[in-house]
Protein backbone atom coordinates (compact mmCIF):
# COMPACT_ATOMS: atom_id res chain seq x y z
CA UNK A 1 0.00 0.00 0.00
CA UNK A 2 1.12 3.24 -0.70
CA UNK A 3 1.83 6.27 1.65
CA UNK A 4 -0.72 8.69 -0.31
CA UNK A 5 -3.41 5.42 0.61
CA UNK A 6 -2.96 5.13 4.24
CA UNK A 7 -5.45 6.01 6.43
CA UNK A 8 -3.99 9.36 8.01
CA UNK A 9 -3.68 9.36 11.93
CA UNK A 10 -3.18 11.95 14.13
CA UNK A 11 -0.15 13.67 15.62
CA UNK A 12 -0.10 16.60 18.20
CA UNK A 13 1.60 20.42 17.94
CA UNK A 14 1.94 23.05 20.42
CA UNK A 15 -0.38 25.79 19.90
CA UNK A 16 1.50 28.89 19.50
CA UNK A 17 -0.59 31.23 22.01
CA UNK A 18 -1.31 28.43 24.62
CA UNK A 19 1.61 26.25 24.33
CA UNK A 20 -0.86 23.44 25.43
CA UNK A 21 -0.69 20.68 22.84
CA UNK A 22 -3.33 20.08 20.51
CA UNK A 23 -4.85 16.96 18.42
CA UNK A 24 -3.32 17.72 14.46
CA UNK A 25 -4.79 16.06 11.62
CA UNK A 26 -3.12 15.95 8.26
CA UNK A 27 -0.46 19.17 7.76
CA UNK A 28 -0.17 20.99 3.79
CA UNK A 29 2.04 23.56 3.31
CA UNK A 30 4.72 24.59 0.92
CA UNK A 31 8.36 23.71 2.26
CA UNK A 32 8.43 20.82 5.08
CA UNK A 33 11.62 20.89 6.60
CA UNK A 34 13.02 18.03 8.76
CA UNK A 35 14.96 18.77 11.87
CA UNK A 36 14.30 21.50 14.58
CA UNK A 37 18.17 21.88 14.85
CA UNK A 38 19.80 25.36 13.99
CA UNK A 39 19.81 24.77 10.90
CA UNK A 40 16.46 23.56 10.27
CA UNK A 41 14.73 26.17 12.30
CA UNK A 42 16.69 28.53 9.98
CA UNK A 43 15.65 26.94 7.04
CA UNK A 44 12.44 27.31 8.32
CA UNK A 45 12.67 31.18 9.13
CA UNK A 46 13.72 32.28 5.38
CA UNK A 47 11.22 30.03 3.76
CA UNK A 48 8.51 31.93 5.60
CA UNK A 49 10.30 35.33 4.96
CA UNK A 50 10.13 34.09 1.28
CA UNK A 51 6.35 34.14 1.60
CA UNK A 52 6.10 30.12 1.70
CA UNK A 53 4.26 28.46 3.98
CA UNK A 54 6.35 25.77 6.66
CA UNK A 55 6.11 23.23 8.18
CA UNK A 56 9.09 22.12 10.47
CA UNK A 57 9.33 18.67 12.42
CA UNK A 58 11.97 17.71 14.90
CA UNK A 59 12.64 17.55 18.33
CA UNK A 60 13.84 21.30 19.74
CA UNK A 61 17.32 19.79 21.63
CA UNK A 62 18.30 22.71 24.62
CA UNK A 63 20.74 20.79 26.87
CA UNK A 64 24.11 20.23 24.55
CA UNK A 65 26.33 20.49 26.96
CA UNK A 66 29.26 22.85 26.18
CA UNK A 67 28.43 23.76 22.82
CA UNK A 68 28.21 26.89 21.13
CA UNK A 69 28.58 28.13 17.40
CA UNK A 70 30.75 31.07 16.49
CA UNK A 71 28.35 33.19 13.79
CA UNK A 72 30.26 35.03 11.31
CA UNK A 73 29.58 38.22 9.52
CA UNK A 74 27.52 36.65 6.57
CA UNK A 75 25.36 34.68 9.16
CA UNK A 76 25.22 37.69 11.27
CA UNK A 77 24.16 39.72 8.04
CA UNK A 78 21.46 36.10 7.47
CA UNK A 79 19.91 36.54 10.82
CA UNK A 80 19.48 40.48 11.00
CA UNK A 81 17.76 40.29 7.46
CA UNK A 82 15.59 37.65 9.11
CA UNK A 83 14.50 40.12 11.86
CA UNK A 84 15.99 37.23 14.76
CA UNK A 85 18.96 38.91 15.66
CA UNK A 86 17.74 41.42 18.39
CA UNK A 87 16.86 38.21 20.54
CA UNK A 88 20.02 36.40 19.50
CA UNK A 89 22.31 39.43 20.65
CA UNK A 90 21.08 39.47 24.23
CA UNK A 91 23.08 35.99 24.38
CA UNK A 92 25.79 36.40 22.34
CA UNK A 93 29.77 38.06 22.63
CA UNK A 94 31.76 39.30 20.12
CA UNK A 95 34.86 38.22 18.27
CA UNK A 96 37.65 40.60 17.43
CA UNK A 97 40.06 39.03 16.79
CA UNK A 98 41.72 35.34 16.54
CA UNK A 99 45.17 33.70 17.64
CA UNK A 100 46.88 30.70 16.33
CA UNK A 101 49.49 29.11 18.89
CA UNK A 102 51.75 25.96 17.66
CA UNK A 103 51.61 23.84 20.77
CA UNK A 104 53.27 21.02 18.73
CA UNK A 105 56.36 20.46 20.36
CA UNK A 106 57.62 20.59 16.56
CA UNK A 107 61.27 21.44 16.00
CA UNK A 108 59.45 23.58 12.98
CA UNK A 109 57.68 25.76 15.25
CA UNK A 110 55.16 28.82 14.26
CA UNK A 111 55.67 31.94 15.73
CA UNK A 112 52.12 32.88 17.18
CA UNK A 113 49.80 34.59 14.59
CA UNK A 114 46.86 36.93 15.18
CA UNK A 115 44.26 38.05 13.39
CA UNK A 116 42.25 41.18 14.03
CA UNK A 117 39.16 41.64 12.51
CA UNK A 118 39.65 45.37 11.29
CA UNK A 119 42.24 44.47 9.39
CA UNK A 120 39.06 43.42 6.82
CA UNK A 121 37.18 46.63 8.24
CA UNK A 122 34.72 44.70 10.27
CA UNK A 123 33.90 45.26 14.09
CA UNK A 124 34.52 41.80 15.45
CA UNK A 125 34.56 38.47 12.73
CA UNK A 126 31.59 37.48 14.17
CA UNK A 127 29.54 36.54 17.22
CA UNK A 128 29.86 33.22 19.87
CA UNK A 129 26.48 32.36 21.16
CA UNK A 130 25.84 29.50 23.43
CA UNK A 131 23.82 26.45 20.97
CA UNK A 132 20.95 25.90 23.78
CA UNK A 133 20.17 29.64 23.93
CA UNK A 134 20.49 30.01 19.70
CA UNK A 135 17.97 27.09 19.35
CA UNK A 136 15.51 27.97 22.28
CA UNK A 137 15.48 31.28 20.30
CA UNK A 138 15.09 30.11 16.83
CA UNK A 139 12.18 27.44 18.32
CA UNK A 140 10.49 30.63 20.10
CA UNK A 141 10.59 32.95 17.11
CA UNK A 142 8.95 30.02 15.08
CA UNK A 143 6.19 29.32 17.37
CA UNK A 144 5.13 32.78 17.05
CA UNK A 145 5.13 32.96 13.15
CA UNK A 146 2.11 32.55 11.84
CA UNK A 147 3.87 30.90 8.27
CA UNK A 148 5.83 28.54 10.61
CA UNK A 149 4.08 25.44 12.12
CA UNK A 150 6.91 23.80 14.24
CA UNK A 151 6.05 20.10 15.10
CA UNK A 152 7.95 18.36 17.95
CA UNK A 153 7.63 14.94 16.68
CA UNK A 154 9.64 12.74 14.53
CA UNK A 155 9.23 11.81 10.87
CA UNK A 156 9.50 7.97 10.32
CA UNK A 157 8.91 8.12 6.55
CA UNK A 158 9.49 9.97 2.98
CA UNK A 159 7.13 9.67 -0.35
CA UNK A 160 9.11 11.60 -2.79
CA UNK A 161 8.31 12.05 -6.23
CA UNK A 162 7.59 14.21 -9.25
CA UNK A 163 3.76 15.32 -8.36
CA UNK A 164 4.44 15.95 -4.28
CA UNK A 165 5.99 15.34 -1.33
CA UNK A 166 4.80 14.01 2.02
CA UNK A 167 6.03 12.70 5.31
CA UNK A 168 4.68 10.74 7.91
CA UNK A 169 4.68 11.45 11.53
CA UNK A 170 6.45 8.62 13.86
CA UNK A 171 3.07 9.52 15.90
CA UNK A 172 0.78 9.12 12.72
CA UNK A 173 -0.59 11.64 10.97
CA UNK A 174 1.15 13.19 7.76
CA UNK A 175 2.31 15.57 6.17
CA UNK A 176 1.89 17.03 2.47
CA UNK A 177 4.55 19.30 1.00
CA UNK A 178 6.03 20.53 -2.66
CA UNK A 179 9.27 20.62 -1.38
CA UNK A 180 11.26 18.85 1.39
CA UNK A 181 14.49 20.45 3.35
CA UNK A 182 15.98 17.88 4.70
CA UNK A 183 18.20 19.06 8.26
CA UNK A 184 17.82 16.01 10.28
CA UNK A 185 21.99 15.73 10.69
CA UNK A 186 24.04 13.28 10.13
CA UNK A 187 21.56 9.80 9.66
CA UNK A 188 19.41 12.06 7.52
CA UNK A 189 16.71 9.37 6.74
CA UNK A 190 15.10 12.04 3.16
CA UNK A 191 19.00 11.90 2.03
CA UNK A 192 18.59 7.59 2.25
CA UNK A 193 14.98 7.68 0.52
CA UNK A 194 16.51 9.71 -2.05
CA UNK A 195 19.45 7.30 -2.82
CA UNK A 196 21.81 10.29 -2.39
CA UNK A 197 25.80 8.13 -2.03
CA UNK A 198 27.73 9.52 1.43
CA UNK A 199 31.21 9.15 1.78
CA UNK A 200 32.26 9.10 5.58
CA UNK A 201 35.39 8.69 7.30
CA UNK A 202 36.44 9.10 11.25
CA UNK A 203 39.71 10.43 12.93
CA UNK A 204 41.21 9.00 16.28
CA UNK A 205 39.51 12.08 18.22
CA UNK A 206 37.01 12.88 20.55
CA UNK A 207 36.10 17.03 20.88
CA UNK A 208 35.45 17.62 24.57
CA UNK A 209 33.26 20.90 25.03
CA UNK A 210 32.47 22.99 28.01
CA UNK A 211 31.76 26.50 29.30
CA UNK A 212 34.57 28.11 31.48
CA UNK A 213 34.68 31.19 33.52
CA UNK A 214 38.01 32.76 34.18
CA UNK A 215 40.26 34.75 35.83
CA UNK A 216 41.44 36.55 33.30
CA UNK A 217 39.45 38.72 30.26
CA UNK A 218 39.66 37.35 26.96
CA UNK A 219 39.56 40.70 25.55
CA UNK A 220 37.16 39.53 22.81
CA UNK A 221 40.34 37.17 21.10
CA UNK A 222 39.34 33.18 20.18
CA UNK A 223 42.68 31.41 20.58
CA UNK A 224 43.39 28.31 19.17
CA UNK A 225 46.08 26.23 20.14
CA UNK A 226 47.19 23.57 17.92
CA UNK A 227 48.35 20.60 19.71
CA UNK A 228 49.76 17.24 18.68
CA UNK A 229 45.76 15.57 19.40
CA UNK A 230 44.45 18.29 17.48
CA UNK A 231 42.77 21.90 18.07
CA UNK A 232 42.03 23.44 21.64
CA UNK A 233 40.43 26.39 21.73
CA UNK A 234 38.97 28.90 23.60
CA UNK A 235 36.32 31.38 22.18
CA UNK A 236 34.85 34.15 23.99
CA UNK A 237 31.17 34.15 26.04
CA UNK A 238 28.82 36.66 27.00
CA UNK A 239 29.87 37.50 30.60
CA UNK A 240 27.05 36.91 33.30
CA UNK A 241 26.28 37.71 37.48
CA UNK A 242 29.57 36.28 39.26
CA UNK A 243 31.41 35.54 35.88
CA UNK A 244 32.02 38.33 33.93
CA UNK A 245 34.99 36.37 32.09
CA UNK A 246 33.66 33.35 30.51
CA UNK A 247 34.09 31.29 27.35
CA UNK A 248 33.47 28.07 25.49
CA UNK A 249 36.24 25.22 25.04
CA UNK A 250 36.40 22.62 22.54
CA UNK A 251 39.43 20.46 23.13
CA UNK A 252 40.24 17.30 20.27
CA UNK A 253 41.59 14.15 22.44
CA UNK A 254 42.45 10.46 21.81
CA UNK A 255 39.53 8.70 23.17
CA UNK A 256 41.31 6.94 25.40
CA UNK A 257 42.19 10.84 27.29
CA UNK A 258 38.43 11.73 26.78
CA UNK A 259 37.33 9.07 29.11
CA UNK A 260 40.69 10.15 31.79
CA UNK A 261 39.45 13.74 31.50
CA UNK A 262 35.45 12.81 31.58
CA UNK A 263 36.09 10.93 35.18
CA UNK A 264 38.13 13.29 36.49
CA UNK A 265 36.66 16.07 39.54
CA UNK A 266 34.77 19.16 38.06
CA UNK A 267 38.42 21.28 40.06
CA UNK A 268 40.82 18.42 38.52
CA UNK A 269 39.88 19.42 34.97
CA UNK A 270 40.02 22.61 35.17
CA UNK A 271 43.41 22.47 36.73
CA UNK A 272 44.34 20.35 33.27
CA UNK A 273 43.19 23.31 31.66
CA UNK A 274 44.58 25.60 33.07
CA UNK A 275 47.49 23.83 32.38
CA UNK A 276 47.02 22.86 28.76
CA UNK A 277 46.50 27.04 28.25
CA UNK A 278 49.81 27.80 29.85
CA UNK A 279 47.86 30.01 32.19
CA UNK A 280 46.39 32.44 29.30
CA UNK A 281 43.55 33.24 31.27
CA UNK A 282 44.11 32.66 34.82
CA UNK A 283 42.43 30.67 36.98
CA UNK A 284 39.23 28.46 35.60
CA UNK A 285 36.80 26.75 36.63
CA UNK A 286 33.71 24.93 34.94
CA UNK A 287 31.03 26.86 33.95
CA UNK A 288 28.50 23.74 32.96
CA UNK A 289 28.54 20.27 32.18
CA UNK A 290 31.00 18.74 29.98
CA UNK A 291 30.01 17.37 26.80
CA UNK A 292 31.69 14.48 24.15
CA UNK A 293 31.39 13.44 20.88
CA UNK A 294 33.53 11.53 18.77
CA UNK A 295 35.16 13.08 15.44
CA UNK A 296 34.13 12.01 11.92
CA UNK A 297 33.32 13.64 8.65
CA UNK A 298 31.07 13.22 5.79
CA UNK A 299 30.80 14.33 2.32
CA UNK A 300 27.85 13.68 -0.04
CA UNK A 301 27.77 13.23 -3.80
CA UNK A 302 25.39 15.45 -4.55
CA UNK A 303 23.19 17.37 -1.96
CA UNK A 304 19.03 17.47 -4.29
CA UNK A 305 16.98 15.15 -5.10
CA UNK A 306 13.22 14.76 -6.36
CA UNK A 307 11.48 17.60 -4.80
CA UNK A 308 14.56 17.93 -1.83
CA UNK A 309 17.38 19.26 -1.01
CA UNK A 310 20.35 18.62 2.01
CA UNK A 311 21.42 21.55 4.17
CA UNK A 312 23.41 21.29 7.44
CA UNK A 313 24.88 18.10 8.32
CA UNK A 314 22.52 16.13 6.25
CA UNK A 315 24.85 17.09 3.44
CA UNK A 316 28.49 17.71 5.46
CA UNK A 317 29.84 17.05 8.36
CA UNK A 318 33.35 17.82 9.71
CA UNK A 319 35.62 18.77 12.80
CA UNK A 320 35.18 21.69 14.78
CA UNK A 321 37.76 23.59 13.32
CA UNK A 322 37.13 27.43 12.60
CA UNK A 323 33.90 27.60 13.13
CA UNK A 324 32.38 26.95 10.13
CA UNK A 325 29.51 24.14 10.50
CA UNK A 326 26.58 26.56 11.16
CA UNK A 327 28.30 29.16 9.00
CA UNK A 328 28.38 26.38 6.33
CA UNK A 329 25.14 25.54 6.69
CA UNK A 330 23.09 28.75 6.76
CA UNK A 331 24.84 29.25 3.62
CA UNK A 332 23.51 26.31 2.23
CA UNK A 333 19.94 27.61 3.70
CA UNK A 334 20.62 31.30 1.66
CA UNK A 335 21.60 29.49 -1.48
CA UNK A 336 18.83 27.50 -1.72
CA UNK A 337 16.23 30.19 -1.19
CA UNK A 338 17.88 32.35 -3.69
CA UNK A 339 17.74 29.39 -6.25
CA UNK A 340 13.77 28.80 -5.21
CA UNK A 341 12.83 32.33 -5.64
CA UNK A 342 10.12 32.98 -7.98
CA UNK A 343 10.03 29.14 -8.36
CA UNK A 344 6.14 27.87 -8.37
CA UNK A 345 6.42 24.94 -6.46
CA UNK A 346 3.55 23.10 -8.23
CA UNK A 347 5.66 22.86 -11.26
CA UNK A 348 8.00 19.66 -11.33
CA UNK A 349 10.13 21.51 -13.77
CA UNK A 350 10.80 24.85 -12.15
CA UNK A 351 11.89 23.24 -8.87
CA UNK A 352 14.14 21.04 -11.00
CA UNK A 353 16.14 24.45 -12.63
CA UNK A 354 16.31 25.56 -9.08
CA UNK A 355 17.96 22.68 -7.66
CA UNK A 356 20.36 22.23 -10.56
CA UNK A 357 21.48 25.92 -9.38
CA UNK A 358 21.77 24.41 -6.25
CA UNK A 359 23.61 21.90 -6.66
CA UNK A 360 26.32 23.63 -9.08
CA UNK A 361 26.44 26.36 -6.05
CA UNK A 362 27.09 24.60 -3.52
CA UNK A 363 29.70 21.99 -4.70
CA UNK A 364 32.76 24.47 -4.73
CA UNK A 365 31.94 26.05 -1.54
CA UNK A 366 31.17 22.77 0.32
CA UNK A 367 33.93 20.73 -1.25
CA UNK A 368 36.47 23.43 0.03
CA UNK A 369 36.01 23.82 3.76
CA UNK A 370 35.93 20.12 3.97
CA UNK A 371 38.84 19.54 2.37
CA UNK A 372 40.50 21.91 3.92
CA UNK A 373 39.73 21.27 7.68
CA UNK A 374 40.44 17.37 6.60
CA UNK A 375 43.95 18.42 5.66
CA UNK A 376 44.83 20.87 8.66
CA UNK A 377 43.35 18.18 10.94
CA UNK A 378 45.75 15.25 9.94
CA UNK A 379 48.59 17.69 9.52
CA UNK A 380 48.11 17.87 13.56
CA UNK A 381 48.06 13.87 14.15
CA UNK A 382 50.39 13.26 11.46
CA UNK A 383 53.84 13.30 13.07
CA UNK A 384 56.20 13.58 10.80
CA UNK A 385 59.23 16.61 9.69
CA UNK A 386 57.86 17.16 6.18
CA UNK A 387 54.34 17.38 7.42
CA UNK A 388 55.21 19.67 10.19
CA UNK A 389 57.66 22.12 7.79
CA UNK A 390 54.66 22.29 5.37
CA UNK A 391 52.21 23.35 7.85
CA UNK A 392 53.99 25.74 9.63
CA UNK A 393 55.75 27.23 5.98
CA UNK A 394 51.71 27.91 4.85
CA UNK A 395 50.63 29.60 8.23
CA UNK A 396 53.87 31.79 8.46
CA UNK A 397 53.70 32.79 4.20
CA UNK A 398 50.12 33.33 4.44
CA UNK A 399 50.44 35.68 7.07
CA UNK A 400 53.40 37.39 6.38
CA UNK A 401 51.91 38.45 2.93
CA UNK A 402 48.84 41.38 3.24
CA UNK A 403 46.99 40.87 1.04
CA UNK A 404 47.24 37.15 1.19
CA UNK A 405 46.36 37.77 4.74
CA UNK A 406 43.14 39.70 4.42
CA UNK A 407 42.07 37.49 1.40
CA UNK A 408 42.82 34.31 4.32
CA UNK A 409 41.01 35.88 6.55
CA UNK A 410 37.94 37.58 3.85
CA UNK A 411 37.15 34.02 2.75
CA UNK A 412 36.67 32.11 6.51
CA UNK A 413 33.91 35.16 7.24
CA UNK A 414 32.20 35.89 3.75
CA UNK A 415 33.69 33.35 1.22
CA UNK A 416 34.77 34.30 -2.17
CA UNK A 417 32.12 33.62 -5.01
CA UNK A 418 27.96 35.07 -5.59
CA UNK A 419 26.37 36.42 -1.77
CA UNK A 420 23.34 34.83 -1.12
CA UNK A 421 20.80 38.26 -0.78
CA UNK A 422 20.34 36.89 3.01
CA UNK A 423 23.72 37.29 2.96
CA UNK A 424 24.82 40.84 1.36
CA UNK A 425 26.39 43.75 3.22
CA UNK A 426 23.59 46.07 4.47
CA UNK A 427 24.45 49.99 5.55
CA UNK A 428 26.23 49.90 8.91
CA UNK A 429 24.60 50.28 12.12
CA UNK A 430 26.02 50.31 15.70
CA UNK A 431 25.26 46.85 17.92
CA UNK A 432 22.96 48.55 20.40
CA UNK A 433 20.43 50.54 17.63
CA UNK A 434 20.19 48.42 14.98
CA UNK A 435 16.91 46.83 13.68
CA UNK A 436 17.35 42.75 15.01
CA UNK A 437 21.16 43.99 16.30
Known sequence: MSPANEKAGKSDVKDARSGVRQPLANLECDVLVAGAGSAGLSAAHAFAAQGRKVVIVGKVETHLAGRTVALFEGSLRFYRALGLWTRLAEHSAPMEGIQMIDDTGSIFPSAPKEFRSREIDLDAFGENIENNALVAELAAAARENPSITLVEDLIDLFDLNFSGARARLASGGWIDAKFIVAGEGR?????????????????????????????????????????????????????????????????LVSPREALRLQALPPDM????????????????????????????????????????????????????????????????????????????LDE????????????????????????????????????????????????????????????????????????????????????ASAPGA
Open 348 to 431: PDEISRGLERYERQRARDIGLRVRGIDILNRSLLIHALPVDFARAFALNFFSAIGPLRRALMREGVTPHGPTPKLMRARPPVSR
Open 187 to 251: NSQARQIAGITVTTWSYPQVALTVLLAHEKPHHQISTEFHKRSGPFTFVPLRGREGAPYRSSLVW
Open 269 to 344: LAAEIEDEAHGLLGAIRLDGPVGAFPMGAMKTDRVTGTRMALIGESAHLFPPIGAQGLNLSLRDIANLVDCLEGVN
